[in-house]
C-alpha cells in the first residue's frame, strides 16, 4: 500500500520543472502568436492599399464592370445558389484557398453570413463542425 502512494506521487522537483517547462512554452507561443499577427496586419494593410490603388487606378467604366462583376457572382452565390462561403469564393469567383482569408478580411465573410436565413445559418454551423451528412 505505501509502494502505490509512492508511485502515484509526483516528486516535488518534477513538478517545479514540469511547471517551469510550460511556463517556457507558453511564453514562446504567445510570443510566437505575437509575431504572426503583427505579420497577419501588415499583409492586410498592404492588401487593403494594393486593392485601393487598383480601384483608384481605374477608369469609371472600368470601375462600373468591376462592381457589375463582383455583385453578380455574389448574387448568384449567395442569393441564387445559396452557396457556403468556400463555395462562392472558389466555385463562383474561381479563387483558390489563398483567399479564404483575405475574404474575411475584408468582410465577405460577414456579407455572407448576413445574408443567411437562421436556418441556412444553423446549417453551414452544423456543415463546419463536421455535424452534417449533407454537404451542400
Known amino acids: 500500500m505505501n509502494e502505490n502512494k509512492i508511485m ?7 513538478q517545479h520543472d514540469t511547471e517551469t517547462i510550460a511556463e517556457d512554452k507558453m511564453g514562446a507561443y504567445m510570443k510566437s502568436s ?4 503583427h505579420e497577419f496586419e501588415k499583409v492586410r494593410r498592404a492588401n487593403e492599399a494594393a486593392s485601393e490603388t487598383l480601384w483608384n487606378s481605374l477608369s469609371y467604366d472600368d470601375k462600373c464592370n ?11 452565390g449567395d442569393i441564387e445558389v445559396k452557396g ?3 463555395y462562392v ?5 474561381g479563387f483558390g484557398p ?3 482569408t483575405r475574404g474575411m478580411e475584408c468582410g465577405y465573410m460577414a456579407l455572407h453570413n ?4 437562421e436556418d441556412q445559418f444553423a446549417r453551414a454551423n452544423k ?3 463536421g455535424d452534417d451528412d449533407n454537404n451542400k
Open 8 to 14: 502515484n506521487e509526483t516528486p516535488k522537483s518534477l
Open 84 to 86: 457556403s462561403y468556400r
Open 66 to 76: 468591376a462592381f457589375h462583376a463582383v455583385v453578380s457572382k455574389l448574387y448568384k
Open 114 to 117: 448576413s445574408i443567411m436565413d
Open 34 to 37: 505575437e509575431q504572426i499577427s
Open 127 to 129: 456543415w463546419m463542425l
Open 89 to 93: 469564393l472558389y466555385d463562383i469567383f
Open 98 to 100: 489563398d483567399m479564404y
